[in-house]
């Protein structure tokens, strides 16, 4: 049966594509000399081409011409720095590619260079055979040409394979090295081979550029950088502490730049800032992965390597900030290294299911993928924007139609929540989501209904702040690590003393629970243990506020509290105060609104709740103001 509905709605698809649906066009860029352009669905990629007399950053001494990344753009929004000059020792932005920079003491030189005397060659690796001179190497100096090694590129609409040889060897150094440059709708994978052709062993060191900025403004404020681990670096920079007695931070308190556990967030423009060694701790057995967002944008570029960075030099200025990752790799003869460099872009309305960039899955995109369908890179019928399944595996078939299903008709993919309690009940004591399969039970509240009150949209529910409580038993199992998104409308009836619960979820022990809350200070705060999370904007105004608490792992199945984000009035909170730690959240199948999970700690909530709903995925920021205005009275 499944097959038949797939035939048949291939049949359809194509008679709606005959009727003129066309797949979307990334947006265009506009173009350095000497390059090409790279598309695949809404992404689009500049590259040099070593093959151009244009491109003369390509005949560098110190950087690559192989996959020589100038520009990203997702949906037209850029997210690489990118000025117009350029030369042999310097570089246009973007991601250029260096081996062996030498600059530290901890760094290796390029191999054979501290070998020789005045004159003898040595390997730069990624740009061919250099001369030596009688100093200490140095990265910046224009060494004489032996044999620049040739570089050959095959294009496609979606990637290009780059291959680089040498005809000679630096007194037994020798190299050949290869990459594919892939495009995929909303990443940039940069698969590396490194084979060493030469008679003697080395050891090489490569780094990339990220010159990360997002379209084309300053780093900060409301920019932020973060790891899957508590880092240390060199120079240390030490963690930032609020100021005392008060959480409250006036312009005159906020650095420019924050030091957490795990995170550095520029919350003013910044200077030029001296390089930065950030470490992993020891024996961290993780992915090397990284995050770079802009708050205010709602964009992000998360970046990984496949192999351990020995550790990630940090160089930020005003106008970007480049976190780069230190590859470390020791060859004997005729040994070769594979790893993979993967670049994942956001931009908050995007959906990877969307083939055709008109921010809904419908007909539209079931027709070109009916179009493509089958088909793989190269063939005539290829088209990269429908290889949407999860991980793309470079064919257009029954995965790809099954990964529509999910979004279909949602615009900008917000799916229904999972479950959502309206609260526009007018009596009784019983609380009923939309399906009724979530039922809640008031407790010690008055008999007389006078608790259902108005609310943001219809009713809501007023708890009295000395004993009153709802508990919603049982509630969708979205427990563990899995990412998740819980939104609601609270209004406090005074300017609160002490702390009060807004809703608990879990298990009442370390790392298992959610807590949300408003604390003495009237400011939103979310722990799961000794974990938390401040966002600085007031909420205990005895106004309305639409809170909406999101978990959006930066690495799959292992969440900690920096993944926590917390919106205010759908807007995103840069969050000043934090304590890092893992959460699992147990399984216990009850939610508890107006108060903690033990009613007798007396975190009872004084005020209006309404509209509570819970979602199975992160929520993007368009889709919180969604929810906001939906339930906003015009």
Same mark, same amino acid.
Not at 25 to 46: D, F
Not at 581 to 609: C, E, M, V, W, Y
């Given at each position: 049966?499944?097959?038949?509905?797939?035939?048949?709605?291939?049949?359809?698809?194509?008679?709606?594509?005959?009727?003129?649906?066309?797949?979307?066009?990334?947006?265009?860029?506009?173009?350095?000399?000497?390059?090409?352009?790279l598309?695949?669905?809404?992404?689009?990629?500049?590259?040099?081409?070593?093959?151009?007399?244009?491109?003369?950053?390509?005949?560098?001494?110190?950087?690559s011409?192989?996959a020589?990344?100038?520009?990203?753009?997702?949906?037209?929004?850029?997210?690489?720095?990118?000025?117009?000059?350029?030369?042999?020792? @310097?570089?246009?932005?973007?991601?250029?590619?260096?081996?062996?920079?030498?600059?530290? &003491?901890?760094?290796?030189?390029?191999?054979?260079?501290?070998?020789?005397?005045?004159?003898?060659?040595?390997?730069?690796?990624?740009?061919?055979?250099?001369?030596?001179?009688?100093?200490?190497y140095?990265?910046?100096?224009?060494y004489?040409?032996?044999?620049?090694?040739?570089?050959?590129?095959?294009?496609?609409?979606?990637?290009?394979?780059?291959?680089?040889?040498?005809?000679g060897?630096?007194?037994?150094?020798?190299?050949?090295?290869?990459?594919?440059?892939?495009?995929?709708?909303?990443?940039?994978?940069?698969?590396?081979?490194?084979?060493n052709?030469g008679?003697?062993?080395?050891?090489?060191?490569?780094?990339?550029?990220?010159?990360?900025?997002?379209?084309?403004?300053?780093?900060?404020?409301?920019?932020r950088?973060?790891?899957?681990?508590?880092?240390?670096?060199?120079?240390?920079?030490?963690?930032?502490?609020?100021?005392?007695?008060?959480?409250?931070?006036?312009?005159?308190?906020?650095?420019?730049?924050?030091?957490?556990?795990?995170?550095?967030?520029?919350?003013?423009?910044?200077?030029?800032v001296?390089?930065v060694?950030?470490?992993?701790?020891?024996?961290?057995?993780?992915?090397?992965?990284?995050?770079?967002?802009?708050?205010?944008?709602?964009?992000?570029?998360?970046?990984?390597?496949?192999?351990?960075?020995?550790?990630?030099?940090?160089?930020? @200025?005003?106008?970007?900030?480049?976190?780069?990752?230190?590859?470390?790799?020791?060859?004997?003869?005729?040994?070769?290294a594979?790893?993979?460099?993967?670049? &994942?872009?956001?931009?908050?309305?995007?959906?990877?299911?969307d083939?055709?960039?008109?921010?809904?899955?419908?007909?539209?995109?079931?027709?070109?993928?009916?179009?493509a369908?089958?088909?793989?890179?190269g063939?005539?019928?290829?088209?990269?924007?429908?290889?949407?399944?999860?991980?793309?595996?470079?064919?257009?078939?029954?995965?790809?139609?099954?990964?529509?299903?999910?979004?279909?008709?949602?615009?900008?993919?917000?799916?229904?929540?999972?479950?959502?309690?309206?609260?526009?009940?007018?009596?009784?004591?019983?609380?009923?989501?939309e399906?009724?399969?979530?039922?809640?039970?008031?407790?010690?509240?008055?008999?007389?209904?006078?608790?259902?009150?108005t609310?943001?949209?219809g009713?809501?529910?007023?708890?009295?702040?000395?004993?009153?409580?709802a508990?919603?038993?049982p509630?969708?199992?979205?427990?563990?690590?899995?990412?998740?998104?819980?939104?609601?409308?609270?209004?406090?009836?005074?300017?609160?003393?002490?702390?009060?619960?807004?809703?608990?979820?879990?298990?009442?022990?370390?790392?298992?629970?959610?807590?949300?809350?408003?604390?003495?200070?009237?400011?939103?705060?979310?722990?799961?243990?000794?974990?938390? &999370?401040?966002?600085?904007?007031?909420?205990?105004?005895?106004?309305?506020?639409?809170?909406?608490?999101?978990?959006?792992?930066?690495?799959?199945?292992?969440p900690?509290?920096?993944?926590?984000?917390?919106?205010?009035?759908a807007?995103?909170?840069?969050?000043?105060?934090t304590?890092?730690?893992?959460?699992d959240?147990?399984?216990?199948?009850?939610?508890?609104?107006?108060?903690?999970?033990?009613?007798?700690?007396?975190?009872?909530?004084?005020?209006?709740?309404?509209?509570?709903?819970i979602?199975?995925?992160?929520?993007?920021?368009?889709?919180?103001?969604h929810?906001?205005?939906?339930?906003?009275p015009?």
């Amino acid at each position: 049966m499944p097959r038949i509905v797939a035939v048949r709605a291939i049949i359809f698809a194509s008679i709606l594509l005959s009727l003129g649906s066309r797949p979307a066009q990334g947006q265009p860029l506009p173009v350095h000399a000497g390059t090409r352009l790279l598309a695949s669905g809404p992404l689009v990629v500049e590259v040099g081409d070593p093959a151009s007399d244009q491109c003369p950053w390509n005949k560098g001494l110190r950087f690559s011409p192989v996959a020589n990344v100038l520009r990203a753009q997702l949906h037209g929004r850029d997210f690489l720095y990118s000025p117009v000059g350029g030369g042999a020792l @310097t570089y246009l932005g973007g991601l250029p590619m260096e081996f062996d920079i030498g600059q530290e &003491a901890f760094q290796p030189d390029p191999p054979g260079y501290n070998e020789g005397a005045n004159g003898d060659p040595f390997l730069k690796i990624g740009v061919g055979i250099l001369r030596r001179n009688t100093a200490a190497y140095d990265f910046s100096s224009s060494y004489p040409v032996v044999e620049l090694a040739r570089t050959t590129a095959t294009w496609q609409r979606d990637r290009v394979h780059f291959v680089q040889t040498l005809t000679g060897t630096a007194n037994g150094y020798a190299c050949h090295l290869e990459e594919n440059l892939i495009v995929k709708n909303d990443r940039l994978v940069m698969e590396y081979l490194l084979r060493n052709t030469g008679s003697k062993p080395f050891t090489t060191e490569q780094y990339l550029h990220n010159f990360t900025t997002f379209s084309g403004r300053s780093v900060g404020p409301n920019v932020r950088l973060f790891f899957p681990y508590d880092f240390t670096t060199s120079p240390e920079v030490s963690p930032w502490q609020p100021p005392a007695k008060a959480r409250t931070l006036s312009v005159a308190a906020q650095p420019t730049i924050i030091r957490m556990a795990n995170m550095i967030e520029y919350t003013e423009r910044v200077s030029s800032v001296p390089k930065v060694w950030v470490y992993a701790p020891e024996g961290y057995a993780g992915p090397h992965r990284f995050a770079v967002e802009h708050l205010d944008l709602h964009q992000r570029v998360t970046i990984e390597a496949s192999i351990p960075a020995a550790y990630v030099g940090l160089w930020t @200025t005003d106008y970007q900030i480049s976190p780069e990752q230190f590859l470390q790799v020791t060859l004997a003869p005729g040994q070769e290294a594979r790893f993979t460099r993967t670049y &994942a872009f956001r931009v908050d309305g995007f959906v990877r299911e969307d083939c055709t960039g008109n921010r809904i899955v419908d007909a539209n995109d079931l027709a070109v993928v009916s179009a493509a369908w089958l088909s793989e890179p190269g063939a005539p019928a290829w088209n990269p924007a429908c290889d949407v399944s999860s991980p793309a595996d470079d064919r257009i078939d029954l995965r790809d139609l099954t990964a529509l299903a999910r979004p279909w008709r949602q615009v900008d993919g917000l799916p229904a929540p999972v479950a959502h309690w309206q609260l526009d009940e007018t009596a009784g004591t019983m609380l009923l989501d939309e399906r009724a399969q979530y039922p809640g039970t008031l407790h010690n509240f008055p008999d007389d209904g006078s608790q259902w009150v108005t609310g943001v949209s219809g009713s809501g529910l007023q708890f009295d702040g000395i004993d009153d409580y709802a508990q919603i038993e049982p509630v969708p199992t979205i427990a563990g690590t899995s990412p998740r998104t819980i939104t609601t409308w609270i209004r406090l009836s005074e300017r609160p003393s002490a702390s009060q619960a807004i809703l608990a979820w879990g298990e009442p022990a370390p790392r298992r629970y959610w807590l949300l809350e408003v604390d003495a200070t009237r400011r939103l705060r979310f722990s799961c243990g000794t974990g938390f &999370a401040y966002a600085p904007k007031v909420v205990g105004d005895m106004r309305w506020h639409h809170i909406a608490v999101v978990l959006d792992p930066l690495v799959p199945g292992s969440p900690r509290i920096s993944d926590v984000r917390l919106s205010i009035d759908a807007e995103p909170q840069t969050i000043y105060e934090t304590a890092e730690q893992p959460i699992d959240t147990g399984a216990t199948n009850a939610l508890t609104l107006g108060a903690s999970h033990s009613p007798a700690d007396a975190q009872f909530f004084r005020g209006i709740i309404d509209d509570l709903r819970i979602y199975d995925i992160a929520l993007s920021p368009t889709h919180i103001d969604h929810i906001r205005q939906e339930t906003t009275p015009p």
